[in-house]
């Protein structure tokens, strides 16, 4: 884990998205760091984040995303935390999904001046339900089409739009309701 240092931590908006310093997101006026540190007996320690089981979960997305995005002639390109704006934050969703027409708009880019249309983020051990919730619709509210939150824990997938929320459990088969049309996974071999 690179921890960045004090002086990267001082950042405004623009400064940030000209070159954010790995691992971090920025809101509420300031850089925050996107898997939390804490320091002990002088020596600085990860707090649970993203382990071997939600890595391999983003991983398998990433890929049955990607394989279906170029089978189905739909285009675009698959993300692995890459930065995006959101209402004067910064975001690192954990998979994201831009279509080919937003990617012939913006271009090249180093931080997406919007949401993804399709983004997932995969629930860690450390993460607070009610924050989970907030950067969905804060998301939502920033060009995002539709937000899956993938809980590894109970092997859930909440597919939220801006008018509706679609709960699929073990034995059923998760489904894209807005963004990459027709696409479809097992929930079983996605959180397996």
């Given at each position: ?10 950042l ?54 990607g ?75 920033s060009?995002?089409?539709e ?46």
């Amino acid at each position: 884990m690179i921890i960045p240092s004090v002086e990267q931590l001082d950042l405004t908006l623009e400064e940030w998205m000209q070159n954010p310093p790995d691992g971090t997101e920025w809101a509420d006026g300031k850089v925050i760091v996107k898997h939390p540190v804490e320091f002990v007996n002088g020596e600085v320690v990860g707090k649970p984040g993203m382990t071997a089981k939600t890595r391999r979960i983003q991983a398998r997305l990433v890929r049955y995303w990607g394989i279906y995005m170029d089978s189905s002639g739909q285009g675009g390109e698959v993300y692995v935390e890459v930065t995006c704006q959101t209402m004067k934050k910064g975001r690192i969703p954990d998979v994201s999904y831009i279509t080919p027409e937003l990617l012939a708009e913006v271009g090249e880019f180093s931080v997406l001046p919007q949401s993804f249309p399709l983004l997932a983020e995969i629930v860690s051990p450390s993460d607070f339900a009610d924050d989970v919730f907030a950067k969905a619709q804060e998301y939502l509210e920033s060009g995002c089409l539709e937000v899956w939150l993938l809980f590894p824990k109970s092997s859930w997938v909440l597919v939220i739009t801006k008018s509706q929320v679609v709960l699929f459990k073990p034995g059923e088969v998760a489904t894209t309701q807005v963004v990459l049309a027709g696409f479809r996974v097992a929930v079983d071999e996605l959180m397996a």
